[in-house]
């Protein structure tokens, strides 16, 4: 388990407005997500191949 304060998030370069963005934070074999506006309420966990899954379904809907 990771403690949110342990994790070094940044803000998606993708964001249009700090009303509409999520927050990435490199983990040991994987990454942790969060809501911008929502920070209090933790984060989400996935694994490398999930996150491979998650953003290459992501990017072919670009």
Not at 4 to 18: M, V
Not at 45 to 61: D, H, I, P, V, Y
Request: charged share 25%; glycine share 6%; hydrophobic share 35%.
């Amino acid at each position: 388990m990771h403690l949110t304060q342990d994790l070094k998030f940044r803000k998606s370069s993708y964001s249009a407005t700090a009303q509409e963005c999520v927050e990435v934070a490199d983990l040991p074999g994987g990454a942790a997500v969060r809501d911008t506006q929502n920070r209090e309420a933790g984060h989400l966990t996935f694994s490398a191949s999930e996150w491979a899954t998650l953003l290459g379904a992501t990017r072919q809907e670009l």
